[in-house]
């Protein structure tokens, strides 16, 4: 562990949960509000380099032969596209691009975890910053903010499809009939405010857990024995390959469900 606080291993994990927040923004109390500038810049930057990335391969897109880079990126775009065309019977010109946006964008935020623990912490360190956590996802309030605009999303392609009228009247008649309306529009509200809920809940929570197994390992290299060096070494390795996994599949639940969210913003009850 470089540059581990005082306070042992506690003081390292404790150290490495803190994000990096403004100077001077709300501290303590029950209104107190913080800006999370790792959060911020780590996925701005993932988000940017994405975007560049595709769009110079399509730029440069040959209809011969691709070289490896365009054969990768077609390889993502047919899989992709394949996922949505199975839910989603519509137009896909908007659906499309926003299921691989979503599904690389998710992917290389929680690349960030497979990153050694104290890297980007040390570079931030010797730029300013105190704290700097480099896994995006492992914040809830990005994982919120990626399932609140999918709830957005929901709600206006349901008035989009049913019109203002159909949707109101599918909110208070489905699915008890209109002699139930009360019950008939809570459980349709909790229907629909569970569905961010359970996007950013299960991301985070996967990402969470994973970056703390990460820095769990990591302890056993300060431990100051060779065996337990090596035993940090192997963990190391062996929950970077199955993290491969999970952030592989993270990635794949947010966009699948995110497209089956909208497909049933379309169907009528």
């Known amino acids: 562990m470089a540059n581990a606080p005082e306070g042992g291993f ?5 150290h490495h949960m803190k994000f990096w927040n403004l100077p001077h923004v709300g501290e303590g109390g029950f209104w107190s509000w913080s800006v999370h500038m790792d959060s911020i810049l780590v996925s701005l930057v993932l988000g940017v380099l994405f975007s560049a990335w595709f769009w110079m391969k399509a730029r440069k897109a040959t209809p011969g032969v691709p070289g490896k880079g365009q054969a990768f990126v077609e ?3 047919e899989f992709v596209d394949g996922q949505v065309k199975d839910v989603f019977h519509g137009d896909r010109r908007v659906l499309g691009p926003l299921a691989l946006t979503i599904f690389v964008w998710v992917f290389l935020m929680n690349f ?5 623990v104290d890297l980007l912490p040390w570079i931030a360190e010797h730029t300013g ?3 700097f ?6 914040d809830l309030n990005v994982t919120f903010a990626m399932s609140i605009t999918v709830l957005v999303l929901v709600v206006f392609y349901s008035f989009k499809a049913k019109g203002a009228g159909g949707y109101m009247k599918e909110l208070f008649t489905a699915p008890f009939g209109p ?3 009360p019950f008939n529009i809570l459980l349709n509200i909790v229907e629909l405010l569970s569905k961010p809920v359970s996007l950013s809940m299960r991301l985070f929570g996967n990402m969470y857990a994973g970056e703390m197994v990460f820095m769990l390992i990591a302890g056993l290299f300060s431990a100051g024995s060779w065996l337990l060096y090596g035993f940090g070494i192997l963990g190391y390795t062996a929950w970077g390959i199955f993290h491969i996994l999970i952030i592989s599949i993270q990635a794949f639940i947010f966009m ?3 497209v089956v969210y909208i497909s049933m913003a379309h169907d009528h009850h």
Do not use: C, E, K
């Open 133 to 138: 956590r480099a896994v995006p996802t492992a």
């Open 112 to 116: 960030m975890d497979l990153l050694p």
């Open 10 to 14: 506690t003081g390292y994990i404790q």
């Open 256 to 258: 699948v469900l995110t």
């Open 75 to 77: 390889l993502v775009l």
């Open 129 to 131: 910053a105190s704290h």
């Open 179 to 181: 002699w139930l309306a």
